[in-house]
C-alpha cells in the first residue's frame, strides 16, 4: 500500500466524511514540578474528587496522578479515551510527562494502557524495539495488531509501540487508515497515549483532529506565551482540540523502555 502525503493526513475524515472522537470537556493548566522527594516515597495527596491513595496508584509521582485524574474529570463519555501529548516546540518533556500519564493509567485501569510513539526518534542498536514491527507495518500486511505491541517491562498493565517507520511516522498512514487502526485499538484499550512530534510538524498537529483531546506540554521558563497560542490556535484549525496544558519543570529522563530522550 503506497505512503499517503502530508495532504491525506491533514484532510481525510474517512468514507463517512466524520472523525469519531469523544470529546474531552473544557481546558485546565497543569503544572509539573520538581518532586522534593523521591516518587516512591512522596506522600499521596488529594488533588480534587478522585483516588489518591488507594492501591498501585499511590506510588507515582503527585503531579502526574493529579494529571491522569484531570483528564479523567473531563471525560464526556465512558468510551476509550484517546489522548495526544505535543508541544509547541522541541525538548519540552513531552515524552517525560505523556510516559508519566501512561504509566498512572495504566495503574488505574483493568485493560492494558496503550503507549504510541510517534516522534520517529531513532531507537538505540539492539534495542528489542527495533525487531517488532510498527502499527503501520501490521495495518498495511494485515496482521494482527498485536505484533506491534510491546510489554513494558516493569508495568504489567501497560504497552507500546511505534506508530510507523521513519523520521516522520505519521506521513506513513494517513488519514482514512489512521483512524481505522484507533477504531481497532480502541475496544482493548481502555487509554491510548499518543506521544507526538512539536506543531512545527504539520501532520502532528493534524493528529489532534482523531483524538479525544490534545495536551501541550511546554518547558517553564523557556516557551513563549506566543507559541503557546500558536499552537493551540493550529490544533482547533484542523479540527483537533485542546484539553490542557501542562507546565514542566522537570528534566527530560524518560524510563528505560522507551531507550530515548525528548
Known amino acids: 500500500m503506497p505512503s499517503a502525503s502530508r495532504h491525506d493526513l491533514e484532510t481525510n475524515e474517512g468514507e463517512t466524511g466524520e472523525v469519531r472522537v469523544n470529546r474531552l470537556s473544557a481546558p485546565e493548566l497543569t503544572v509539573i514540578k520538581k518532586p522534593l522527594q523521591s516518587p516512591d516515597m512522596a506522600e499521596p495527596r488529594a488533588v480534587g474528587p478522585v483516588r489518591i491513595g488507594i492501591g498501585a496508584i499511590a506510588r507515582h509521582q503527585p503531579a502526574f496522578v493529579q494529571l491522569y485524574y484531570a483528564i479523567e474529570a473531563r ?3 465512558a468510551i476509550p479515551l484517546v489522548v495526544q501529548f ?13 510516559s508519566g500519564y501512561a504509566r498512572v493509567a495504566a495503574d488505574d485501569c483493568a485493560s492494558p494502557v496503550l503507549y504510541v510513539d510517534c516522534t520517529g526518534t531513532p531507537l538505540p542498536r539492539g534495542s528489542v524495539a527495533n525487531s517488532a514491527p510498527t502499527l503501520s507495518d501490521v495495518l498495511r500486511r494485515g496482521l494482527p495488531l498485536s505484533e506491534a505491541l510491546l510489554s513494558v517491562p516493569d508495568a504489567k498493565n501497560l504497552q507500546w509501540a511505534r506508530m510507523g517507520p521513519g523520521a516522520r511516522p505519521l506521513l506513513a498512514i494517513g488519514g482514512d487508515r489512521l483512524q481505522s487502526l484507533l477504531d481497532m485499538l480502541r475496544p482493548h484499550h481502555p487509554v491510548i497515549v499518543l506521544d507526538s512530534p512539536p506543531t512545527e510538524s504539520p501532520e502532528a498537529a493534524a493528529l489532534s483532529r482523531y483524538c479525544d483531546g490534545s495536551v501541550l506540554v511546554v518547558a517553564a521558563g523557556r516557551t513563549r506565551q506566543s507559541e503557546i497560542e ?32 525528548r
Open 230 to 261: 500558536a499552537a493551540k490556535t493550529l490544533i482547533e484549525r484542523l479540527g483537533g482540540q485542546t484539553v490542557g496544558v501542562v507546565l514542566n519543570r522537570e528534566p527530560a529522563v524518560l524510563p528505560g523502555w522507551l531507550d530515548r530522550r
Open 75 to 77: 471525560r464526556t463519555s
Open 86 to 98: 505535543i508541544s509547541p516546540t522541541p525538548a519540552t518533556g513531552a515524552s517525560t510527562v505523556a
